[in-house]
Every structure is written in structure tokens, then in C-alpha cells.
């Protein structure tokens, strides 16, 4: 929308983003402003960027900076996780931060809180007269009904929400220890409640709805998934490795 030329970095293999490969992309264009957009979570694999990591590079290179923290879902998890990286406009020179209201919040309608500095904020302001108010949306409007469902969930819940992480960290681990046990390639990152693994076709995907992206599916563990669910996919994903290896053979 911005019209701004965009620098795709390299990830890791778990998602992370490739801190090697970003200083050499900025290096290259020290004469230029940097966005640089973090993940707090990435979509397919849960990975969390180090922000910290981030700055330093830009601070070594003396670039100006803005940096904008991907928090869709992990935004939410972060703050309840023990030792998990600490996202804060007060220690860390962070521009932006936008959290997800449908995700773990549970809002049944797709909506979002986006929060940045005030200063930034300001050179977006525009006075609306007959109205009697300052706006800063793109589109003029927002919806209200995503504000109330934000409210909502947060006011009947916020003194849950740390344990509500507790459980879907406790549950993701579970799954990918049941995966690991039955012998299927699987992967959890550091403070995330997504499980990856080896993708098992066309058939469960369909059935459980598992997000693929080539050879790798995942699930999000949330706040409705129980153990005995988990039980029952596991033991799934057991037939579908037992059937694959016969039918190898």
C-alpha cells in the first residue's frame, strides 16, 4: 500500500529470521531508512526473531529504523511465558507492535490492536470536523463490533490468560512428544504452541484441517485442543506411518 520496495531475508530452518543475511541486506543500503518487520511467531512454524539481535545490527550500522513486532498470536503468549524475550517501547527502541483479537483472544470476528508510538501516531492524524474527532485509519472507519469482542474477551479473561498459556504450551509439548515418539520428524520452538511436522498427505490434512506447506504441516495448539485430542492424532499419524512404510516396502 506504502509503495516502499521491499527485502525479503532469509530464515533459518526453524523459521528464525537469518541474522547474517540481514546485516548483509542492510549493509548494502546503509544510506537508506530500514522497516524492519519481526516475528513474534511465525505462521508456519512458530518461529520468535530476536529483536533484540535486531537492533544491535542496526544500531552497528548507525541506520535509521523503524521496527514493527508481528505479534498476530504470539503477541498474546510472550508476556505469560517465563524468560521469553520481552517486548517493550520503554526498553527497546520498537515502533510498532499489532496483536490479533481472533486468535488467542478468541474474538469471532477477524480484528486486531495495533499500537505504536505517539509521535508516529500524530503525523497521521487528521482532524475531522463534522465528527468532532481526530482520525487515524486507513480507510476512515473501523468496526466497533471487534472493539466490543476485544473488551469482551479480555474483561471476562484476562486473570486466565497466563494460565490459558500454561496449558497450550504443556499441551503443544505433549503432542510433539507423542509425534517424536512414534518415530515422526517433528519440531516446537522455544515459547511457541505450534507443532511441525512432517507433512502426512492429503487425507488427514483434509480431515484435520492441518495447514501444509510442502513436505511440512503444523498444529496450533490452542485453548480447545485437549489431550485426548492430541491422543487421537497421534495414534492417526501412527496408522498413516505404518501404512506408508508397508506400502514403501
Same mark, same amino acid.
Request: glycine content about 8%.
Given at each position: #500500500? ?29 544510506? @537508506? ?29 548507525? #541506520? ?6 508481528? &505479534?498476530?498470536? &504470539? ?30 483472544? &478468541? ?24 465528527? &468532532? ?35 497450550? @504450551?504443556?499441551?503443544?509439548?505433549? @503432542? ?10 517433528? #519440531? ?48 492417526? #499419524? ?12
Amino acid at each position: #500500500m506504502a509503495r516502499i520496495p521491499e527485502v525479503v531475508i532469509n530464515s533459518q530452518p526453524n523459521g528464525e529470521i537469518d541474522y547474517e543475511h540481514l546485516e548483509q541486506e542492510l549493509s548494502s543500503r546503509k544510506h @537508506l531508512s530500514a522497516i524492519v518487520n519481526v516475528n513474534l511467531g511465525t505462521t508456519l512454524k512458530g518461529a520468535v526473531d530476536n529483536h533484540v539481535q535486531v537492533i544491535d545490527i542496526l544500531e552497528k550500522l548507525k #541506520m535509521r529504523f523503524h521496527i514493527h513486532c508481528d &505479534g498476530a498470536l &504470539g503477541g498474546m503468549l510472550l508476556p505469560f511465558i517465563d524468560n521469553a524475550p520481552k517486548i517493550s517501547f520503554k526498553d527497546y527502541p520498537i515502533g510498532s507492535i499489532a496483536v490479533s483479537g481472533h486468535k488467542f483472544i &478468541g474474538s469471532p470476528v477477524p480484528c486486531g490492536i495495533a499500537i505504536a508510538r505517539r509521535e508516529d501516531v500524530k503525523k497521521i492524524e487528521t482532524k475531522i470536523d463534522y465528527i &468532532g474527532s481526530l482520525d487515524t485509519t486507513i480507510l476512515g472507519s473501523r468496526t466497533g463490533l471487534g472493539a466490543i469482542s476485544l473488551w469482551y474477551g479480555i474483561a471476562s479473561r484476562g486473570e486466565q490468560f497466563a494460565e490459558e498459556v500454561s496449558a497450550c @504450551l504443556q499441551n503443544a509439548k505433549y @503432542l510433539y512428544d507423542g509425534l517424536r515418539q512414534i518415530g515422526i520428524n517433528a #519440531m516446537l520452538n522455544d515459547f511457541s504452541n505450534t507443532v511441525v511436522f512432517e507433512n502426512p498427505g492429503i487425507d488427514l490434512c483434509h480431515k484435520w484441517h492441518l495447514a501444509n506447506s510442502g513436505n511440512w504441516a503444523h498444529i496450533v495448539v490452542m485453548q480447545n485442543l485437549s489431550s485426548s485430542h492430541l491422543d487421537t492424532f497421534i495414534e492417526e #499419524m501412527k496408522i498413516w506411518q505404518e501404512t506408508s512404510k508397508n506400502n514403501a516396502g
